[in-house]
């Protein structure tokens, strides 16, 4: 029986890749590129939009790939790429603007029930407004802290606390609405 070593084999893709071997780019596009869409069209609602910006950052991907110094893990570091490409293309497109309100609430927010689809959640999150859906995005799904969600976005922490605080009220009010509206009380 053989054994082979997946991580070595990613290794070898990247190299290949990196000396622009087209089909060694290609596994990987193929490999990464549905988790990559998926990432981009949480910041960006037209599909069109996202697979645009997720090709863009491919791009970048391909040209930086030398710079992959093999700590952590290779997709995480594509993901910083796509998420960077989202956040670049969304000031461009629309000057997001985030308000200087430093006062922020902690809430405890109950798991939404399961009763609700991926697509029904990516609806409410999509309704947000640009700059609370950005940062809950980066917060609440990629898992960034405040302090580095400030240092990305050049906001102050106080501001990446408080969008989340009011990203959080509005999506819990949308899923009220919706509760109610399928309980026929609203």
């Not at 990559?36 to 863009?56: F, P």
């Not at 697509?119 to 580095?148: C, R, T």
Request: hydrophobic share 35%; aromatic share 10%; net charge neutral.
């Amino acid at each position: 029986m053989k054994v082979i070593n997946l991580h070595q084999d990613e290794k070898n893709t990247i190299r290949l890749a990196v000396e622009n071997n087209r089909h060694a780019q290609h596994q990987i596009y193929t490999k990464f590129s549905p988790k990559m869409l998926g990432v981009c069209r949480q910041y960006i609602k037209d599909l069109q939009q996202a697979e645009d910006v997720m090709i863009t950052a491919f791009m970048k991907v391909f040209s930086s790939l030398k710079n992959f110094e093999h700590k952590g893990s290779f997709e995480g570091w594509i993901r910083r790429i796509m998420i960077n490409e989202c956040i670049s293309f969304i000031r461009v497109q629309k000057q997001v603007k985030f308000i200087e309100d430093e006062t922020f609430f902690e809430e405890r927010h109950n798991d939404i029930e399961s009763k609700f689809s991926v697509d029904d959640i990516q609806f409410l999150i999509d309704s947000l407004p640009d700059g609370y859906k950005m940062i809950f995005n980066l917060y609440a799904i990629e898992g960034y802290k405040h302090q580095e969600i400030a240092e990305m976005l050049g906001i102050n922490e106080g501001t990446s606390k408080s969008q989340l605080s009011h990203a959080r009220k509005m999506l819990q009010n949308q899923i009220n609405r919706l509760k109610n509206y399928d309980n026929g009380t609203e």
